[in-house]
């Protein structure tokens, strides 16, 4: 099962834009990760922001966390084609394990 | 540093048959997860191990196994499999040491598995 839901499931942008996908969990967290997949590959941690945290920020990126309604949002700002990827979010318990949402696939277009 | 490797990229099998995959994890790190990524069924958990001990599993049955060896490297075994197993397999570990619950897993590029 998945923790995780996330919106939308697709995204459609032109390089230059922002884009902003949002997951939602259900249990309490210790963490919560973005992780992006390119195309048949591995997955790249981009961010990690804890249970205490509300905002964290990583060059183009912005998470945001709202405990409270059991949310958060991945911001790319100024998108770049290099940016197609599927981005999901993971909910971190305090053994480290993760369960991950379904994904949004992004498509940046030049 | 090297990342995560996993062997083989590739595999074709047949319904019944039995493979193993391998992982090797960043060095220094102690966890090591299995995810089985299957087309429209997203990223699921199957097995993780510690120090050489499966601490935890997800809801597979038990022809999914596997084990840690002494330095860290994994092997998952899959027997009997089925079409259903068709997946990207994915490895991933994870730094243990000190304040180590909020540190992130690291992924390997996976193992394409297809049963034919």
């Known amino acids: 099962s998945q923790q995780g839901e996330e919106d939308p499931q697709a995204l459609s942008i032109q390089e230059g834009e922002n884009a902003t996908m949002n997951c939602s969990y259900k249990?309490?967290?210790?963490?919560l990760q973005w992780y992006r997949q390119n195309s048949g590959r591995g997955l790249v941690h981009l961010i990690l922001i804890r249970s205490n945290e509300r905002e964290k920020h990583s060059g183009r990126l912005r998470v945001t966390l709202d405990t409270s309604k059991k949310s958060s949002s991945l911001l790319i700002t100024a998108s770049r084609a290099a940016d197609t990827a599927s981005y999901f979010c993971?909910?971190?318990?305090?053994?480290?394990?993760?369960?991950f949402g379904a994904g949004t696939q992004v498509v940046v277009t030049p | 540093e090297a990342g995560v490797t996993q062997s083989p990229t590739h595999l074709i099998k047949t319904r019944g048959q039995q493979v193993t995959l391998r992982c090797s994890p960043i060095?220094?790190?102690?966890?090591v997860y299995w995810y089985q990524q299957a087309l429209g069924l997203g990223l699921q958990f199957l097995l993780w191990?510690?120090?050489?001990?499966?601490?935890n599993r997800g809801n597979f049955p038990p022809r999914f196994s596997g084990r840690q060896f002494p330095n860290y490297s994994s092997e998952l075994n899959v027997n009997a499999l089925e079409l259903e197993d068709s997946a990207l397999y994915l490895c991933a570990s994870r730094y243990t040491g000190g304040l180590s619950s909020n540190q992130p897993q690291h992924f390997g590029d996976g193992t394409r598995l297809s049963i034919l």
């Open positions: 060095s220094g790190h102690t966890s």
């Open positions: 993971a909910t971190g318990d305090s053994w480290g394990k993760l369960q």
């Open positions: 191990y510690d120090e050489g001990e499966e601490r």
């Open positions: 249990t309490s967290i210790n963490n």
